[in-house]
């Protein structure tokens, strides 16, 4: 709006200018002073404008500059310049310090090394190399490197002296005996590995024969029992279970024959000899079952020893034999009705019926006895009243 009012007045003030002249009166033009103002602030802020961007732009870029130029000078020196820089510091201290410690070389990935191709050569089949003896060669190849090197720094600063060789030649040899006392020690374990394996094959077979005899497979059990005789004729459990195997096919004589050939090669095993004399009380062999069992066993007795000494000692009439058997038998289970019965029948047969017939009472008052038990106590009951 401001505009056109402008115009406006512009147009009137040169009709008044022309009428004015036209009538011979001279009349001073009229200025629009807001107008002029308005025109000169802007004018100028613009010229500020300028002066400001003109003067505190450089400034920060300059701010900025330095930094980027040292970045520049670092990327474009040559590396003879970096090399000359890092001999001229005080290397002195560092190089006494490296004299004085041992020396610690960086551990190397060698495998990788190796299967890394060269640019002219391209992809090289590597060789497959031992570890140790990489580490070991590796290790003595870098080591006259490394004292070259420092011979190198010692010209340069003349009051280091050079690295002694011989020590690193020391630090070397240090490196390859643990590597000869490690492999003596790997042939020490892998010697006990192979003793201990035997007994390590009869405790699987016997593992073994023993599922096999869960599961009815006797067949594989007997041929694995055998395996383990072969190797240890006086291995117990293996005759034992091979014996046991045989008699429950029914294979009566192999089982006899099994636990023969272990006393013979052992006399002292009472396993086997117990074993032995079920099958002969079996086959009616009281006799040898008495010297089987004979009174130098004693000491080792168990239930089964009492058990088998006195039923063959009254099948033999050899009944002062039995009491002695079947006395063990009510200490050891006195709940047992029958053991007091085989005792009054021994007591009956040498003519002591006072005390049979006490021992024949305390049989049926147990109970626990099958319909034959119990009517031969009652019959001898009966007999000893009138005999008495």
């Known amino acids: ?22 009538n011979g009166i001279t009349v001073k033009p009229v200025y629009d002073i807001r107008n002029i103002a308005f025109k000169v602030i802007v ?8 002066y400001a961007a003109y003067v505190f732009l450089p400034a920060s870029t300059e701010t900025h500059s330095p930094v980027v130029k040292q970045t520049k000078n670092i990327s474009t020196k040559p590396d003879a310049l970096v090399e000359k ?3 001229e510091k005080p290397i002195a201290l560092v190089e006494k310090q490296s004299l004085e410690k041992p020396i610690a070389y960086p551990a190397i990935n060698y495998e990788q090394l190796s299967s890394i191709p060269t640019e002219n050569q391209g992809k090289v089949k590597t060789k497959q190399v031992p570890v140790e003896q990489l580490t070991v060669e590796s290790e003595v190849k870098a080591q006259p490197v490394i004292a070259k090197d420092l011979a190198k720094k010692a010209e340069n600063d003349a009051s280091v002296k050079a690295p002694d060789v011989k020590n690193t030649q020391n ?30 094959k ?9 599922q096999a005899i869960q599961f009815g497979l006797y067949d594989e059990a007997i041929s694995d029992l055998n395996l383990i005789l072969i190797q240890s004729p006086l291995h117990i459990e293996a005759r034992n279970l091979l014996a046991g195997t045989y008699f429950k096919q029914q294979d009566i004589n192999s089982a006899q024959l099994v636990l ?4 013979a090669l052992n006399a002292n095993v009472l396993e086997w000899r117990i074993m032995l004399s079920k099958i002969l009380i079996m086959q009616g062999e009281y006799d040898v079952v008495l010297q089987l069992l004979s009174a130098e066993f004693e000491s080792q ?16 009439s050899q009944h002062k034999q039995a009491l002695n058997s079947f006395k063990h038998l009510t200490q050891l289970q006195p709940s047992q009705a029958k053991w007091w019965l085989a005792l009054a029948t021994s007591k009956d047969a040498l003519g002591e019926y006072l005390d049979a017939k006490q021992l024949y009472k305390v049989a049926l008052d147990l109970g626990g006895l099958n319909t034959a038990m119990t009517q031969h106590a009652l019959q001898r009951l009966v007999a000893l009243k009138e005999a008495v």
């Open 43 to 50: 004018v100028v802020i613009m010229l500020l404008v300028i």
């Open 171 to 200: 630090v070397s040899n240090d490196i390859i005996k643990p590597t000869k006392k490690a492999q003596q020690k790997n042939v020490m374990v892998k010697s006990e590995v192979v003793v201990k394996s035997d007994q390590v």
């Open 1 to 22: 709006m401001s505009v056109i009012n402008n115009m406006l007045k512009n147009i009137e003030q040169r009709e008044t200018k022309q009428l004015n002249i036209e």
């Open 202 to 210: 009869q405790a699987e077979l016997l593992t073994g024969a023993k």
């Open 301 to 316: 007795a168990n239930l089964d020893f009492w058990v088998l000494q006195g039923t063959a000692a009254q099948s033999a």
């Open 85 to 87: 820089q890092s001999l």
């Open 260 to 263: 023969q050939e272990g006393i």
